[in-house]
């Protein structure tokens, strides 16, 4: 599985938008992108994938750079229930196994 | 829907001891994946169930071993338990085919005395 670069801390004012970035430059053709949350004590949140296209829910966007080498995650209206620590994987298509990092640790300030 | 159940939430056992974990998955998912937290290594994958078939493996020692039942309930094992089996572990099902997510349990918190 390709691996993927997060920086290690982010914080964010509550109420303006999260803007987390992952770089995967050795991804393949076939690799998804995913992105997962964990909440202290709490097991891990799915949040939102995309292979190539943008991709919006109800919870998150996530923009895929055209040469697919980097994303960035984008909450839109952070609130103090968003920190957590976020996951960003890469995962080949069939695989059900998720290979996690160390992740972007955000913390939402008041 | 029901969400993915792991039993106990926390356990207490003592070197050389087994363990067994159990997971019930969320209904219709047919993959059941275990992972193991802990502070020093993060999330790493243990292995996944399909239908009863162990499909992919991480790299643990054997004494981590793990089966799925017809109705999809997983259980996985920890024979003789050192003080750094000492961890969060976590149960993901999902239905098991390409690209579909895996929702998560909250885990059973695991200390090895």
């Known amino acids: 599985d390709a691996k993927t670069t997060q920086p290690p801390s982010m914080d964010c004012a509550e109420g303006r938008a999260a803007n987390l970035p992952c770089n995967h430059s050795t991804i393949s053709g076939n690799e998804y992108v995913y992105w997962y949350r964990q909440i202290h004590s709490q097991g891990p949140q799915y949040i939102i994938h995309?292979?190539?296209n943008n991709e919006t829910n109800e919870m998150a966007s996530l923009i895929i750079t055209e040469d697919r080498k980097s994303s960035t995650l984008i909450l839109p209206h952070a609130t103090l229930r968003d920190t957590a620590v976020y996951y960003c994987i890469v995962r080949a298509s069939g695989a059900n196994n998720l290979f996690f990092g160390t992740g972007t640790r955000l913390t939402v300030i008041p | 829907k029901a969400g993915v159940t792991q039993t106990p939430r926390y356990l207490i056992k003592t070197r050389g001891q087994q363990v067994t974990l159990s997971c019930s998955p969320i209904?219709?998912?047919?993959?059941v994946s275990w992972y193991q937290q802990t502070p020093g290594q993060g999330l790493q994958f243990l292995f996944e169930y399909f239908s009863e078939t162990q499909r992919n493996k991480g790299n643990f020692p054997g004494r981590f071993s793990g089966r799925q039942f017809s109705n999809s309930r997983s259980e996985m094992n920890v024979s003789t338990l050192e003080l750094g089996d000492s961890a969060l572990y976590l149960c993901?099902?999902?239905?098991?085919?390409?690209?579909?997510?895996?929702?998560f349990g909250q885990g059973t918190r695991l200390t090895v005395v």
């Open positions: 995309g292979l190539k």
């Open positions: 209904s219709g998912h047919r993959s």
């Open positions: 993901a099902s999902s239905v098991g085919t390409a690209n579909t997510e895996a929702f």
